[in-house]
């Protein structure tokens, strides 16, 4: 799975992904990612992975700078169609290749995009660098429960479901552990489909070096 394969499947997936990922249990579950979750007014937001704008709604009626990034066009003219606001800048972008300077964003929300991306760690680590020091960082997204192992059907499958954009078979602990000494885990929450979809929050630390 690499962006240009990407770039095809999510064209695909653009007229029908509001259909599958933004009603229904999805719809509850990112409620529940945004429940208790604080902004400030005047705070700079970055959305990682915009998509359809699946996320723009829990976010809109905020006094923030929104930038809304996604790999694939037809995804991003999804959300401009719905979401027509001076505060909010769409930009098509490599979540792997993030184009601000450090330390630019208050808040980072990478939902469903460490289990789409070639390389997750090169995501998080171009998430954590962006994000200012003492900035949260908000993630929803399925990870292999850190005290199961993936099962033999989950094995099995693992490859189609990569076809389709995506992996079932990632660990968070993995894409983290690298990085334990720039963020620390504030929350780790199961929210959907028994612990395989979570909301986990992350504080990025303050580093001498920046």
């Known amino acids: 799975m690499d962006n240009r394969w990407n770039k095809v ?8 992904y509001d259909l599958f990922f933004n009603s229904g249990i999805f719809l509850v579950a990112r409620r529940k990612v945004f ?15 915009a998509g359809t704008g699946a996320d723009l709604s829990f976010l809109i009626h905020h006094d923030m700078d929104i930038t809304a990034i996604d790999l694939s066009a037809d995804m ?10 001076s505060n909010i800048t769409f930009l098509e972008m ?6 601000f300077p450090s330390n630019s964003f208050d808040t980072v929300i990478a939902n469903l995009i460490l289990s789409v991306v070639p390389d997750p760690n090169r ?10 020091q003492g900035g949260q960082i908000i993630i929803f997204d399925k990870f292999v429960p850190s005290n199961q192992k993936l099962s033999i059907f ?3 499958i693992r490859p189609i479901v ?46 001498n070096n920046e």
């Open 123 to 132: 995501c998080f680590g171009e998430i954590i660098r962006v994000t200012r």
């Open 94 to 99: 490599d979540a792997q290749s993030l184009a």
């Open 9 to 16: 499947v999510y064209k695909l997936w653009s007229p029908l």
């Open 35 to 49: 429940e208790n979750i604080e902004f400030t007014s005047g705070q700079k937001t970055l959305l990682v992975g």
């Open 76 to 85: 991003l003219n999804k959300a401009r169609q719905k979401y027509r606001s």
């Open 162 to 207: 990569a076809v389709l954009g995506t992996d079932i078979g990632r660990r968070f602990e993995n894409i983290v552990m690298p990085y334990r000494n720039s963020v620390s885990v504030e929350a780790d929450l199961p929210v959907l489909f028994d612990g395989m979809y979570r909301k986990i929050l992350l504080r990025k630390k303050a580093m």
């Open 154 to 156: 989950k094995r099995m």
